[in-house]
């Protein structure tokens, strides 16, 4: 029933190491968005997708690489993990589809933790 | 470039005091929306404000958007412990969610 659903919770990895996070929407929004959240809370936009283009790629090292296979996922990949990698990892879906004054429904978060 | 700032960073308060969170604009939204987060949770969209002056409730909570529409605040009356977390005003350029732009956020504690 989890509207966004991200997998995993938690990531715990050495640095250097490849992971991937997975998010899946059964809302049947045409958007969906990576933000990361820092330490201090911080939520700054990563990356969006329309319908499974890339909209938005905001300044982001190219060791993250974002892939939507189709609308209703967006999995995040990030090769050789650096310490500052390390934060909360959130997906979120819209509506998009130029709906007007649309809201944000996010994920659960994933976790990482880079040592 | 759109400069959001949301303040205070860090509130604590006792139950039953009351809250403020302001989040200020340099230049002129076309909207704003708040969010909160729950500790350990995800943030959840709370209200939109759209026109110039507006002000809605949502029980304990009221939110007001500036007449120059360039800030906005959040208050809650009477405050209670399931109202720890932190806040987020998201102000948006245009209408689309592409375009929200989130403040840093006002945790809020309350103390028993």
């Known amino acids: 029933d989890t509207a966004v659903s991200q997998t995993p919770k938690y990531l715990v990895t050495q640095m250097g190491n490849d992971k991937s996070i997975k998010c899946e929407q059964n809302?049947?929004?045409?958007?969906m968005y990576w933000y990361k959240q820092d330490s201090k809370k911080f939520l700054k936009i990563m990356f969006s997708y329309n319908n499974k283009e890339l909209i938005i790629n905001e300044t982001v090292p190219n060791r993250f690489s974002p892939k939507s296979p189709d609308k209703a996922h967006l999995n995040l990949h990030i090769n050789s993990l650096e310490l500052g990698d390390s934060a909360v990892y959130f997906c979120?879906?819209?509506?998009?589809?130029?709906?007007?004054?649309?809201?944000?429904?996010f994920g659960s978060g994933t976790q990482l933790s880079v040592l | 470039g759109q400069q959001v700032m949301q303040i205070p960073q860090y509130q604590h308060v006792q139950e039953g005091e009351d809250f403020t969170t302001y989040c200020n604009s340099s230049t002129t939204l076309s909207n704003i929306q708040w969010y909160k987060q729950r500790p350990g949770g995800h943030p959840v969209f709370l209200i939109q404000?759209?026109?110039?002056?507006e002000v809605k409730k949502q029980k304990r909570l009221t939110f007001q958007f500036g007449e120059a529409k360039k800030n906005s605040s959040l208050h809650i009356t009477a405050t209670q412990t399931t109202d720890v977390g932190t806040y987020f005003c998201a102000p948006s350029r245009g209408g689309s969610a592409r375009q929200l732009t989130f403040g840093s956020g006002t945790q809020l504690t309350v103390l028993p």
């Open positions: 809302l049947g929004h045409d958007t």
């Open positions: 404000l759209v026109k110039s002056g």
């Open positions: 979120a879906s819209s509506h998009g589809g130029g709906v007007l004054n649309e809201k944000l429904f």
